[in-house]
């Protein structure tokens, strides 16, 4: 099983790093630090919205510039301001990440008032001019995903999915098929399956791992980002990256 997948001309570890509950401390600037300089992370997400803006400024402040690390973030998830309420938050994101280029922005979510054509015709816009690399759109269906690759390359679906809460299974299978990273958000989140407990025994692994690893199993696109503020915790996630699941492995833990 790979361990990294290519997004654009730029290959990414396929476990990356959530950050929606990342305030702006001087530990958790030393965290994101210590992420990237001591493990194989090199892909991390966050949002305008996240912890009031904290989360954008954490990793600005403590990696901004970088060239080396992917940092996706996401705008325009509440229904007010329309598309000039998304230039604003986008606008915003760059002054807290601190670059003058993003390498990945999704529409957060799509609204009566923000229709993903629209969105996208924004981050179109952005993309053209280079201060955008890649765009993205999340929580969606596969109708809206088509709407938004007729106005721009998606390079990116953020869905909530895990081995407990399969409602996007469609998307995931249209994601594989066109060769678009999915980025399945709350990745963990739920009680585990019966099997989890008792193949997570035979491969000296926590049930943590396992749901990870039948994850990358599931798809060769998928890219979890499972949040954490521990490092060793982080560096426990990344080790499902060596684990190989069997397919009648798999397919108990679906049952």
């Known amino acids: 099983m790979a361990s990294t997948v290519t997004l654009g001309d730029v290959e ?4 990356g790093l959530g950050t929606n509950r990342l305030t702006d401390t001087r530990e958790n600037r030393s965290f994101i630090e210590e992420a990237v300089n001591g493990t194989a992370v090199d892909f991390i997400d966050t949002a305008h919205l996240y912890t009031g803006g904290e989360s954008e400024r954490t990793i600005g402040g403590a990696l901004a510039p970088s060239g080396d690390i992917v940092v996706g973030t996401k705008g325009g998830y509440n229904a007010g301001g329309g ?11 760059f002054e807290r990440l601190g670059v003058d280029t993003i390498d990945l922005y999704y529409q957060h979510r799509v609204h009566p008032d923000l229709e993903v054509e629209d969105a996208m015709g924004l981050l179109k816009e952005y993309r053209d001019s280079g201060r955008i690399a890649h765009i993205g759109v999340s929580e969606v269906g596969v109708e ?22 399969r409602k996007w299974d469609e998307v995931l299978d249209y994601c594989t098929a066109e060769g678009i990273l999915f980025v399945p958000y709350f990745p963990l989140r739920g009680e585990d399956p019966p099997a989890v407990a008792e193949i997570a025994e035979s491969h000296g692994a926590t049930p943590s791992q396992i749901r990870l690893a039948w994850l990358l ?39």
């Not at 598309?83 to 994101?93: D, T």
């Not at 390359?153 to 809460?165: H, I, K, R």
């Not at 060793?232 to 798999?250: G, R």
């Open 12 to 15: 990414i570890t396929r476990i």
């Open 83 to 93: 598309v000039e309420g998304m230039r604003a938050e986008l606008e915003e994101s």
């Open 144 to 165: 809206e995903i088509e709407r938004a690759r007729r106005v721009v390359p998606v390079a990116v679906v953020q869905n909530e999915y895990s081995v407990v809460q």
């Open 217 to 255: 199993h599931r798809s060769p696109t998928m890219v979890p980002i499972p949040g954490t503020l521990s490092l060793e915790h982080l560096k426990e996630n990344l080790a499902a990256l060596e684990i190989e699941l069997t397919d009648e492995e798999c397919q108990r833990l679906t049952r």
